[in-house]
């Protein structure tokens, strides 16, 4: 499981943002990371109960933002050797790259895969954003979820500790999310059916943000195109 599970997640949040009629509030110039815990729980007709889990870090500061897997040490081993056995050759994997996507004056998006190993930014055209899990929305890339999506969502109660619920119902499936009102993205998406047998949950912390953004780093690298790594 890789590009699958964040292609769902990245319909999951979609689903949300089908009410939105607005876009959301402006980026901040402040750097922020945060770090988000997809689990998705599913039991089928036939007795299985099948569990997806995984976490990205994201970075986001003005009209940019940095998505990344966190990928276990192996992995990165792993990436470097295959690189060096294959120099010269166009690959990159592309389920667990970096994104980076930028947003300029006018609203268009400029969007790249991210191969540190071969240090090549992968220019990536509208047509293959699905490809990436990518729903091509800025503010849902930005906060997460497309804060115009809460309202279609019914508030519930006051603001406590900084962060409003809102929930929504639509069928047999409820939503619920945690919005934390300055930072402006959710701590907590849940998504469920009426039997409890579909669920899947988002958790959003925040951390210490480093003292460069990572795509600092990767202006310095070799642009390519997407449609290279399909030969």
């Known amino acids: 499981m890789t590009r699958s599970a964040r292609i769902l997640f990245s319909f999951a949040f979609a689903a949300l943002a089908a009410t939105a009629q607005a876009a959301g509030p402006a980026s901040s110039n402040a750097l922020t990371a945060l770090r988000v815990e997809h689990q998705m729980s599913s039991l089928g007709t036939d007795g299985i109960q099948r569990d997806v889990r995984f976490a990205e870090r994201v970075y986001r ?3 940019s933002v940095w998505i990344a897997r966190e990928l276990p040490p192996a992995s990165a081993h792993a990436e ?8 010269g050759h166009k690959h990159a ?6 994104r980076w996507i930028e947003r300029d004056a ?3 998006l400029t969007v790249r895969v991210v191969s540190e190993s071969q240090q090549k930014n992968y220019a990536v055209e509208p047509a293959e954003y699905s490809n990436i899990g990518f729903d091509g929305s800025w503010a849902t ?3 997460l979820l497309d804060p115009a999506a809460l309202k279609g969502m019914r508030a519930e109660g006051p603001v406590r500790n900084g962060v409003q619920t809102y929930r929504s119902t639509q069928g047999e499936r409820t939503v619920t999310v945690d919005w934390d009102v300055a930072g402006q993205y959710p701590r907590r998406v849940e998504s469920r059916n009426a039997t409890g ?3 899947k949950l988002t958790r959003v912390t925040a951390l210490p943000a480093p003292a460069a953004a990572p795509w600092e780093r990767a202006q310095r690298y070799a642009a390519a195109d997407y449609t290279d790594l399909m030969d």
């Not at 470097?80 to 120099?87: F, K, V």
């Open 106 to 108: 006018k609203g268009a």
């Open 93 to 98: 994997d592309t389920d667990t790259a970096p």
């Open 197 to 199: 047998t579909q669920r």
């Open 61 to 63: 500061q003005g009209d």
């Open 141 to 143: 890339a930005y906060h």
């Open 80 to 87: 470097h050797d295959h690189a060096n056995a294959h120099a």
